[in-house]
């Protein structure tokens, strides 16, 4: 072991892309002296953060470039704090992160019907774009949701008969 350590080359497959006539895209490839200086690269300086972003404790930094424009807030922000606290193999950080998007999407509503803003439902959902490209597929969705409908409305007209 500590000879691999001092010389790689016994390494099988270390150096493999050293030799450009192996690389796949070598005849087409146009070479310029920086092709190898990208060995010696530095990181970026950091964004500097002016609102709160979460990052996966698998990294021990924030990536170089992030979006701030929509902060964790609310209910949706602290169930993805949450989240964040477990690793990204684990369902406890990606179910919660899908659970927050809904809850955030309810944030929206309330947040659009306090500022007395109606929103448009069919255009945000995309149903102008389904009607227009998949009509057929909508019309199928649709009849799925009117029949699940009557049957939760039969099973309760049938509860209060009783």
Partial sequence: MEELKNNYKLIPGWGIDADPKDKPNYPIKKWTGDDHKRINWERPTLQQSSVEVLHSNERPSKSAVYG???PPA???GQIRRYAFRFSEDKYAHWLPLLLADRVNMVEGLIQDFASS???NIWKERGFAADWKYDRSGM???MAGVACAALVV????KSKKRK
């Fill in 74 to 76: 609310g209910l949706s």
């Fill in 117 to 119: 803003k109606i929103p």
């Fill in 139 to 141: 019309i199928r969705r």
């Fill in 153 to 156: 409305y039969a099973m309760l």
């Fill in 68 to 70: 701030t424009v929509l």
